[in-house]
Nanobody, 123 residues
Framework: QVQLVESGGGLVQPGDSLRLSCAAS????????IGWFRQAPGKEREGISC????????YYRDSVKGRFTISRDATKNTAYLQMNSLKPEDTAVYYC????????????????WGQGTQVTVNS
């Protein structure tokens, strides 16, 4: 039973920070690359960050680079997305995702998804 559950979203003001969590069950998250994606109103879903399962290399979309940090904690079977200096354009539903063959590709959609957590940045 594979499950991913995102949490940590909420309503914040510009410049605020949030930390999103992605709790995995039914598999060992540390064996998988983990991607964070978001879908903003009126926009297509986009990958924003990924952490590799080989050497924990990280990748970021330019729009979030320097503001967001992806990490994982094997002891908690959880991945995180620390989001600082949030902007209104960061408003979106945020998802974590993976599958056994996912390798942090910007050009494919993983098969395992969480339910998403809403992040709203609005003054």
């Amino acid at each position: 039973q594979v499950q991913l559950v995102e949490s940590g979203g909420g309503l914040v003001q510009p410049g605020d920070s949030l930390r999103l969590s992605c709790a995995a069950s039914g598999f060992t998250l540390d064996y998988y690359a983990i991607g964070w994606f978001r879908q903003a109103p009126g926009k297509e879903r986009e990958g924003i960050s990924c952490i590799n399962n080989r050497d924990n290399s990280t990748y970021y979309r330019d729009s979030v680079k320097g503001r967001f940090t992806i990490s994982r904690d094997a002891t908690k079977n959880t991945a995180y997305l620390q989001m600082n200096s949030l902007k209104p354009e960061d408003t979106a539903v945020y998802y974590c995702a993976t599958d056994p063959s996912y390798q942090c590709s910007w050009y494919r959609s993983p098969g395992y998804w969480g339910q998403g957590t809403q992040v709203t940045v609005n003054s």
